[in-house]
């Protein structure tokens, strides 16, 4: 289906109660830039989004969309211009909601309490729960594309959800693919073993740190310098505009006299 941008859906809902998968490879994808890799060409990958990715042009597919956010606070205008209206239009592609609302004719309920039946309650984000409803309808391999959860935000508060049961599903033997780029499943170091390593890095970032702030410092007092040069010509020019009108000005009366006379 075309929305503003973008497109999304093959005209059918390739999992047809949204309970059983028909692939054995599902592709979940985020806002990042590595979900332009994803392979959308390639049948084999069944393709989940989040909400507004409908609107997203890197996206080139999308069969089924997650939007788990709360109904009311959808209408009320809190996401993307636009997007409650393209679930009420949408005919193309089933959406994961909390329930089923009659105006948007594919949404459906998504499994919560199955899913907490079967796994810890631990979910901070939709990534999170796109990745357990995965493990829990059996998918062979999942691919993780656009999310990072590299800032601080998702760092705190919903990568550790993310990266648990990332290795949930490792653990049952569940090929996982994760994008080089993307901060998921990654360290530093290795404790322990690199503790000299991570010392050493972490002198240079402090020696670069260092530099960095050398180099603002005296930036700073550049234009601190540039601002007191500024507002003392600034002040010379009123000095002299002041003098010029009230002194200058009232006098120049017998001037235009005497050019007067000569005429």
Not at 134 to 155: C, P, S
Not at 199 to 204: E, H, N, T
Not at 219 to 238: P, V
Not at 248 to 257: D, G, K, L, R
């Amino acid at each position: 289906m075309q929305g503003e941008a973008g497109t999304v859906g093959d005209s059918k809902i390739v999992v047809d109660d949204m309970k059983t998968r028909r692939k054995d490879k599902v592709c979940i994808i985020g806002f990042a830039d590595t979900k332009a890799s994803a392979p959308y060409d390639d049948s084999d990958f069944e393709i989940w989004g989040v909400n507004e990715m409908w609107m997203d042009k890197l996206v080139k597919r999308v069969d089924v969309l997650f939007e788990l956010h709360d109904y009311k606070w959808l209408c009320e205008g809190k996401r993307a211009k636009g997007h409650i209206d393209w679930l009420r239009k949408n005919t193309d592609v089933p959406v994961f909601m909390q329930k089923h609302f009659d105006d948007i004719p594919l949404s459906f309920p998504f499994p919560k309490a199955e899913i907490l039946e079967r796994f810890r309650p631990y979910f901070t984000n939709t990534i999170s729960w796109e990745i357990a409803l995965a493990i829990h309808l059996g998918f062979k391999e999942i691919r993780l594309y656009g999310v990072n959860m590299a800032n601080e935000i998702e760092y705190s508060s919903q990568r550790p959800s993310c990266e648990y049961f990332m290795g949930f599903a490792e653990g049952l033997g569940i090929k996982l693919y994760i994008p080089p780029e993307s901060d998921l499943l990654k360290s530093m170091y290795l404790y322990g073993f690199e503790d000299g390593e991570l010392s050493i890095m972490s002198a240079k970032l402090d020696s670069f740190i260092n530099e960095q702030v050398q180099r603002a410092q005296a930036m700073t007092a550049q234009i601190n310098g540039a601002a007191a040069t500024l507002n003392q010509a600034l002040g010379a020019k009123s000095a002299a505009e002041y003098v010029k009108k009230g002194f200058i000005y009232p006098n120049t009366n017998h001037v235009a006299e005497k050019l007067r006379e000569k005429a």
